[in-house]
T-cell receptor, first 113, second 114 residues
Framework: SQQGEEDPQALSIQEGENATMNCSYKTSINNLQWYRQNSGRGLVHLIL?????REKHSGRLRVTLDTSKKSSSLLITASRAADTASYFC?????????????FGKGTLLTVNP | DSGVTQTPKHLITATGQRVTLRCSPRSGDLSVYWYQQSLDQGLQFLIQ???????AKGNILERFSAQQFPDLHSELNLSSLELGDSALYFCASSVGTGGSYEQYFGPGTRLTVT
């Protein structure tokens, strides 16, 4: 099973509404990152939150992290049609002395104009 | 534009063949990562190199291999290709190694095996 799993798998909202996506993970992490991917294109980094942080903001994005529940949420406020994309959370998983990012399967967000 | 370049953009080849995908990281980035993205498997981490050395390995098949050269560009070699290898292959780079560094993704190479 996935280290990081996003919920819901798909979300459809109207422009101007807020969109909330959740990510749950299984093992302890040091950092959690959110990425965005427009259809068929490369992923774009949105925000990184460290395990000792609870909340982080970047423009219209708000990320929370609850390490006790092993979950994170990404909130996009006042959504726009251009926010239509897939959103992935990525957690760092330790393998030996090194860490690698493990991505979830993503939430497909559709913002209708 | 992330600053990461990948060539070719598209590749169509037959089963049993071998292909090489190329990646140039952002200027100054020492880490290169390779990912495979397919509809059924999602985004799978394959392998990471840092300054020429292999640092982490993921779900990379034995038919696949990679290397990072002294100029820091990287190549992913896929051999004995099967239909199931059809996917988008992404390269990403970061300044350092580890989960505290954001990764910059290239535009990907779409591989179609027929």
């Amino acid at each position: 099973s996935q280290q990081g799993e996003e919920d819901p798998q798909a979300l459809s909202i109207q422009e101007g509404e807020n969109a909330t996506m959740n990510c749950s993970y299984k093992t302890s992490i040091n950092n959690l990152q959110w990425y965005r991917q427009n259809s068929g294109r490369g992923l774009v980094h949105l925000i990184l939150i460290r395990s000792n942080e609870r909340e982080k903001h970047s423009g219209r994005l708000r990320v929370t992290l609850d390490t006790s529940k092993k979950s994170s949420s990404l909130l996009i406020t006042a959504s726009r049609a251009a926010d239509t994309a897939s959103y992935f959370c990525a957690t760092d998983v330790r393998g030996g002395s090194n860490y690698k990012l493990t991505f979830g399967k993503g939430t497909l967000l559709t913002v209708n104009p | 534009d992330s600053g990461v370049t990948q060539t070719p953009k598209h590749l169509i080849t037959a089963t049993g063949q071998r292909v090489t995908l190329r990646c140039s990281p952002r200027s100054g980035d020492l880490s290169v990562y390779w990912y495979q993205q397919s509809l059924d498997q999602g985004l799978q981490f394959l392998i990471q190199y840092y300054n020429g050395e292999e640092r982490a390995k993921g779900n990379i098949l034995e038919r696949f291999s990679a290397q990072q050269f002294p100029d820091l560009h990287s190549e992913l070699n896929l051999s004995s290709l099967e239909l199931g290898d059809s996917a988008l292959y992404f390269c990403a780079s970061s300044v350092g190694t580890g989960g505290s560094y954001e990764q910059y993704f290239g535009p990907g190479t779409r591989l179609t095996v027929t």
